[in-house]
């Protein structure tokens, strides 16, 4: 197994150039074969692994985040990127603690959105949520991992979809320590553009949980990193729930068909 120092070292060399994929797996399962299907880079879905647990988005505990990093690095040999929410704390010393712990568990990046669950006041404060990353930035320099820092803008996620504010945001946290800015559910190509020339040149992290854009087109805009956040999840769960429906509707099994041979694609070599 590549250590994690090396897997943060070649997670920084893919952002330096070109545009990858990196998909979101909800456990060590699907990491291990989206890993198997080639792609270079891996990142976790908060959605996703909270859905395992029977759970909806941002319902779950700190240590629960923790023991799931520590369980989908292992997994792999690639670099595995982090959504780590808001840090899981609302001040910035709290924020750096946290960041330190997940940085320790084997992951080669993570993000820290500005995102408050408050549907009165959605987004942290401007300084604050400048101060969030900042401490993200310091926790990293201090853990001596070198893990890749995203700073996340969530305006278009709660229903404040204003591009300038947006890219306010995301210039600030770059100036503030994150190597990657993210603005998720920007979703036109001027938006993207528009994104990709305020922070130049920081690479971008775009989102695609819908079919508006191909990876060839959003590297043409200049796109470093692509991810896909809980949507594999989902399609996922749209085959079960069809599948499952179909029983308890008709009592019939057309569904069982044409299914991929699960434990030959995860036996060891």
Not at 75 to 88: L, M, Q, T, Y
Not at 239 to 267: C, H, K, M, W, Y
Request: charged content about 20%.
């Amino acid at each position: 197994m590549t250590t994690s120092d090396d897997r943060a070292t070649t997670f920084h060399r893919l952002h330096a150039s070109g545009c990858f994929v990196m998909p979101n797996p909800w456990d060590a399962g699907s990491a291990r074969a989206l890993e198997q299907m080639g792609f270079k880079a891996l990142a976790t879905t908060s959605a996703g692994f909270a859905w395992t647990l029977g759970r909806a988005d941002n319902q779950v505990t700190l240590d629960q985040v923790l023991e799931h990093l520590r369980a989908v690095a292992a997994a792999v040999k690639v670099p595995v990127n982090a959504d780590f929410e808001g840090g899981f704390a609302v001040d910035p010393t709290h924020v750096a603690a946290n960041v330190k712990l997940a940085a320790a568990t084997g992951i080669a990046g993570l993000s820290i959105e500005d995102s408050t669950r408050d549907e009165l006041h959605p987004l942290f404060e401007f300084d604050l949520a400048v101060e969030r990353v900042r401490a993200a930035r310091r926790a990293i320099d201090e853990s001596g991992t070198g893990i890749v820092l995203t700073g996340r803008s969530e305006g278009f996620v709660v229903g404040r979809p204003d591009i300038d504010e947006t890219i306010r945001r995301l210039r600030a946290y770059a100036e503030a320590g994150a190597d990657c800015l993210y603005a998720p559910r920007i979703g036109t190509v001027e938006q993207v553009a528009a994104v990709v020339a305020a922070v130049s040149p920081k690479p971008v992290n775009l989102l695609i949980n819908a079919p508006f854009m191909t990876v060839a087109e959003a590297a043409d805009l200049g796109v470093r990193r692509i991810s896909v956040g809980g949507t594999l999840a989902r399609t996922a769960w749209a085959g079960f729930l069809e599948a499952a429906q179909e029983i308890a509707d008709a009592g019939t099994f057309s569904r069982f068909q044409g299914l991929p041979n699960v434990d030959a694609l995860l036996r060891d070599r």
